[in-house]
């Protein structure tokens, strides 16, 4: 890292300006702070000419003492700036730049013993980062933030893609508004009511004049989450954060610093996708080796008891208690999923297709009344249903080359899993599990936290660190969703934390839109591990009378697509292998797509509309294209001057067939290769809802 | 275990009586169980005539759903009767009976679903327990009980000893007074403010025609604590269940019970203190080998940190986090009490004078600021403090034949405990500590529990639990009272969990009736560590100013006779090797005097007065004798015809020296031998707050 100070106003300078302006490194951007007459420090940001947001407050409310937002002095101003690039350990492009301006202003309050707060600002060239930090100090050593103060005042009525404040889930469809018409009242809450006006970030906006502004935070530790409260007559939002047990939002002890508040801003769709802004903002990995960690695709014991083929329970029994149940003693439902012979079906496929790992889910005894209850001791972690052979299994997956993923669905009973981890990672370990998918399903115990709040949090990244010294690779489901801790924590591969593939199988779905909107929103802070791939887009095939009406809202297709344009270094082929293997030649598409890339081009992009993606996979020459659309039947034209030039490359083109559409003809599809050099340009006819997915590699000079 | 029916009137009979009246096995106990024409349930109980509790009634508020305590119907009565006795592994007693006859009132809810508790009385001739009993039902799976709606309504205006209801302290002196002027308003409380007509059990009662009356509970196990409102009115006490974060009392699953609610009762105080009714109703130990389990006595690096002669932390900065500090690099203070050089000299103590244990209290980083900031990363429970060596102390211990005790002090920071029980217990082993001291100082994290809520007490019994599958013995501090779970978890030693010998060092102290009242109190429910031995009475000597006007409010001799008023299979010897070295012919008695006992005998006792106690130890035909009283001097006369008849004894009695007084002259003590046999009846003079302590050991026939 360089660092090179270039304007330093120090307090015994006398003077400071009550305003200070930054620009971004090639000017797109421009910062300003500001301290009005009362002390109050406020801050705006302008993308050229244009706002992109007015004088916004900015200020903390603490517990049983003094607010830190007026009566403030500008003790000090810092500014830097730095470029350096750095090489992530796995991820959509081999580089990441990291440039920017730094203005570090440390405010200080005479009337309250001194206290001094830093804000730090970091401006880029596609948005801004900013953070508080409390640095030691008498005055301020353990304190409690009752609510955080930040302001983001938009300048007009911007268009929203927005989800309900809910403090315990994120897995919502989008509703697509201007900022007044936000009012997630008559949305069914997933876990908690919300207020209606508070909505989650990523906040996605778009205005009037073509300006795409992304609100979220990097870098999210020890703290809890932001939500963001909306002024529908002013288009103003204030953060609002989740609270912990008590009410009170953060339990801190200086020094310390807030996570970053980031603005990712451009005028071009695609820009907003590509930024790096948010990973650029984490801390760089401890940990010394990372070579154990492996982006890879599976598949599962799972989307069969999505779709009411099998139960993850051994039994059909309820009002089990974990302590005193002999579990070989239960009749068993006779359709469990996770048996031996089950998952050995599983492995076989695997192998055969050259998938890296399968997930086993409902392998371990508790799940017969697991969820709902708000009851700590569901699941030890360690015991398996009486016909699931944990070392028959091991060697059977070593003897094919083959991973099992471990499962650990806690039940958000939080405190019985922390209290059990140590011996379910050496239980792991012992067995040859390398990588854990964790879920958080229901009300989290302690009582009274929220999935979302700072004890929370910590959990998630005590998990990530704790998985990371035993060379374990997690995936978690309902979690906090993603700021970019992947950078920190690269065995965190992916985490659900949004609305995902699975609610096709059981609810009204995610509609055709949902895919893209998603990179706007959920995946600007990391990978999700949303299960792509369902070959069987009408579900009453696998069972009529529960499944009737279900279906997933995309065509076959879309479903390929989506390996492309929903980033993810850890990938589902989430379909059963009985569903595969009656199209092994769509198949052929999840086999070859990659997990890692050395480069991603964002060729198409609208939120709520369309995305076309194309990715570099890592240390080759091949490409990798996905195209999706929403509701709207489209072509995209696509040019492939990406392409090495001089190369010819085969490129074979998985497309939606005739006729095709998501709801009345979702898997017609048709595959066709062509040669393409980077002087092509494709026209892909996307049905509605549908999409198109292209490997494209090279066949010669 | 016998158990022979001999009533059953079952539902099926036809009517049953809406009255139920069982007489205690030799009758001298009367137990009425009623249904009024409300359905509503009610019990009382008569002691001959005397009425110990009027009728009082029964009932359980649930959370969401109609109240168990009215429209009931009797559908089924059982009674049977049960006389045996077993052994504990340890304890005042080589043997204990239990017999008891037994009701069992099966209610029924028409209005609502038929839902079915069951009342199980059990009514000992010294007194009486009772538990709720939830089948498993159809219509009460899954259930919350936000109140318990117990009654204890006494037929008058008693003497009650008292403390606040605390849902976080058990650590204050008793206040005496009538039922009438019960009001903790104008103490100042330990942690929490409670109601002020809230008080702790175990309460002790005593009636103005002589009846001593005990209320506490038995078997506290996945429930909160009870605690007492008090009509001051009408002399009712009913049920108040310590909330959980939610303010819910407890999370429950059919089949489930509460603990026994016990009544104690009887005409003669001794019989109340004798009382095997709380451990009898118990349950057994589960744990195949308890050998490993052993009495004890210890000396600790602890006292002096208390007279400030020496400190817990190392460094005397604040504001340590325990991530990220290097701490060698720490200045230390140069009166770290846990330091290599200083708990040898502990260790060559405990070995010249046969203790079989050292305690060391802040050998472990995070002392700086480990209190009073409700944060959760303190300690980790395996870090030494660079000055304290754990092989090299490891190896010396062993040289010497004596054990270290560990510390774990979680400053309540419990889920940070939990994560990391698991390698605190297995640094443990690896250095061959047996016995752990736990804390529990500050408030709980989960943030909103109590230590006495439902989730620390499973918290509690939990780590009884874990720390006896690692053959640990346990002795918690700041826990919630003992209801005698030690017959359970017998590798769980003792708890604090009253207000101990320390407060003497460093707040107003205990008065001298304190000591008096404990047996009747806090005792009733299991061993205390209350560190008695204190022979530096005045702590100005240790440190003239920071001690000023600091005393123990105890004669010496007082001091010793607690080994023996104040059970405990595990009992430190609290005062420095400097302050026993210029006392050896007094440390005498504590180098004698046994910790594990085949007969006790309650020979004078007055709660609030004076206690006189006689045990013999384990496997020997030694006796030991404590006498104590409170700020009376007083003569007890006592009559040794425990002793075996035609043995002649030497009897040494450590006693009040001429002219002793608790506060003037609390150092003066003399010692004298003398034969005695059955026949002989001493007369020891207690000076003010003072005691006598006798060891008698038989010389021959």
Do not use: C
């Amino acid at each position: 890292m360089k660092r090179l100070p270039f304007l330093l106003l120090a307090g015994f300078m006398g003077t400071i300006a009550q305003a200070q302006t930054v620009h971004s490194p090639t000017n797109k951007l421009t910062l300003s702070f500001q301290l009005s007459p009362g002390g109050e420090p406020t801050y705006q940001l302008r993308f050229g000419a244009k706002p992109v947001l007015k004088p916004s407050r900015l200020g903390m409310l603490l517990q049983g003492q003094p607010a830190l937002d007026k009566g403030l002095t500008i003790a000090r101003v810092d500014s830097s700036q730095h470029d350096d690039t750095w090489q992530p350990v796995w991820g959509e492009v081999k580089q990441i730049r990291n440039r920017y301006k730094e203005l570090a202003v440390t405010l200080q309050q005479p009337t309250s013993n001194g206290r001094r707060v830093v804000v730090r600002f970091r401006l880029y060239d596609d948005g801004l980062g900013f953070r508080y930090e409390f640095p030691q100090q008498p005055g301020l050593s353990y304190f409690v933030v009752q609510q955080e103060l930040t302001e983001f005042n938009l300048p007009a009525n911007h268009k929203a893609f927005w989800i309900p404040g809910d403090y315990d889930s994120n897995e919502y469809t989008y509703t697509t508004s201007r900022l007044s018409e936000v009012n997630s009242a008559p949305i069914e809450p997933i876990q908690l009511k919300s207020d209606p006006k508070r909505v989650q970030t990523p906040l996605m906006l778009k205005s009037d004049d073509g300006l795409y502004v992304n609100l979220h935070e990097a870098a999210l530790v020890n703290y809890p989450a932001l939500m963001l409260d909306v002024d529908t007559q002013a288009f103003g939002l204030r953060s609002h954060l989740v609270p912990s047990a008590t009410g009170a939002a953060a339990y801190l002890q200086a020094p310390e610093h807030t996570p970053w508040r980031t603005v990712v801003v451009s005028d071009k769709a695609p820009e907003v996708l590509a930024s790096k802004l948010i990973l650029n903002l984490n801390e760089p990995t401890a940990f010394a080796a990372t070579d154990w960690i492996k982006p890879q695709k599976f598949v599962g014991v799972w989307w069969e008891m999505h779709v009411n083929k099998a139960s993850w329970n051994y039994a059909d029994t309820s009002n089990i208690k974990l302590a005193g149940t002999d579990w070989s003693k239960l009749r068993p439902n006779g359709h469990h999923g996770a048996n031996t012979q089950n998952v050995k079906r599983y492995i076989d496929f695997a192998a055969k297709h050259g998938l890296q790992s399968v997930l086993v889910e409902g392998w371990n005894v508790g799940w017969e009344d697991w969820a709902g209850n708000w009851k700590e001791e569901v699941f030890d972690f360690v015991t398996p249903y009486p016909d699931f052979n944990v070392p028959e299994l091991q060697q059977y997956a070593a003897s094919k080359g083959v991973k099992l993923m471990m499962h650990h669905e806690t039940s958000s009973a939080v405190t019985n899993y922390e209290r059990r981890q140590d011996a379910a990672y050496r239980f792991m370990k012992q067995y040859g599990y390398d990588a854990v998918k964790t879920g958080y399903v229901g009300r989290i115990i302690p009582r009274g936290e929220h999935h979302d709040g700072q004890w929370m949090v910590n959990h998630y990244n005590r998990t990530a660190q704790k998985t990371g010294e035993n060379q374990i690779m997690v995936d978690m489901h309902e979690s906090v969703r993603p700021t970019g801790l992947h950078r920190t924590y690269p065995n965190w591969l992916a985490s659900e934390a949004a609305r995902g593939n699975e609610f096709n199988a059981w609810s009204t779905g995610n509609p055709p839109e949902h895919e893209t909107i998603l990179p706007f929103t959920r995946l600007m802070g990391g990978p999700m591990d949303y299960t792509p791939g369902i070959f069987q887009i009408k579900l009453e095939g696998w069972n009529p009378q529960r499944n009737q009406g279900k279906q997933v809202h995309t065509t076959l297709a879309k479903q390929l697509a989506l390996y492309v344009t929903l980033y993810s270094p850890v990938q589902m082929a989430a379909d059963l292998p009985e569903a595969y293997e009656q199209h092994l030649d769509a198949f052929q598409f999840i086999k070859d797509v990659a997990v890692d890339w050395d480069d991603t081009r964002i060729l198409l992009a609208e939120p709520g509309d369309y995305l076309t993606t194309a990715r570099k996979a890592k240390g080759t020459e091949e490409w990798y294209l996905g195209s999706i659309t929403d509701e709207q039947a489209r072509t995209q034209t696509v040019k492939l001057d990406f392409l090495t030039p001089g190369t010819t490359y085969e490129a074979t083109i998985y497309a939606d067939g005739q006729g095709a559409s998501w709801d009345k003809n979702p898997m017609a599809y048709r595959i066709r290769k062509q040669k393409v050099t980077s002087k092509t340009t494709l026209k892909l006819q996307l049905a509605a809802g549908g999409g198109a997915a292209v490997s494209i590699k090279p066949v010669g000079k």
